[in-house]
């Protein structure tokens, strides 16, 4: 029987917090788990373990800055997840990765692949350039987004070193080690 460690981390609540939540990407899990033991992948993959470690410290630095609040993030938001019509979102989908936490999170989801784009989308200034018109002040943005790029990179590096992905682990190492330089 296969379990995703996700869905039953998130369905058990076993994060008290924002920052509990993103310390988890460190931990093992059960080996029935998708992860599970996976820091087996630093001896027999790609994944670095030096990088690792220095993106997780950059994120564990800013934990301070993890609100209290709690909102629900999707956390993989995007236009594969959207349903819209005459321009007007009338869906969003699969909310199977949702959890409790940081609303800037799923800003995050979107400006880190935007990068893909060419030219980039730039989400973080336009969502910025929104809450200013708004006359809305996000305390702590700055640190608050960054801890979440890493936190994608974190997670994303684990999952592409499981499935095989080198050129898209490649791509999201430049991609964190642009943003953190």
Partial sequence: HFLDSG???????????????????????????FYGKWHTL??????????FDSVYAEMESLLIYAPTERFLVHADFGSDNVLAENGKITAVLDWANAVYGDFLYDVVW???????????LDING??????????????HYDERFRCCQCYVALDSFRFYA?????AAYNWMRERILGILM
């Avoid at 917090?17 to 080996?31: A, N």
């Avoid at 499981?162 to 080198?166: N, S």
């Fill in 7 to 33: 869905a039953l981390y998130r369905a058990v609540g076993l994060a008290a917090s924002w920052p509990e939540h993103l310390r988890h990407v460190y931990e093992e899990e059960d080996e029935r788990w």
């Fill in 42 to 51: 630093f001896e027999t993959t790609f994944l670095e373990r030096d990088l």
């Fill in 110 to 120: 979107l400006d880190m692949w935007a990068g893909m784009w060419t030219p980039p």
């Fill in 126 to 139: 336009r969502f910025r350039h929104y809450y200013q018109t708004q006359n809305r002040i996000i305390p």
């Fill in 162 to 166: 499981k499935t095989g992905q080198e």
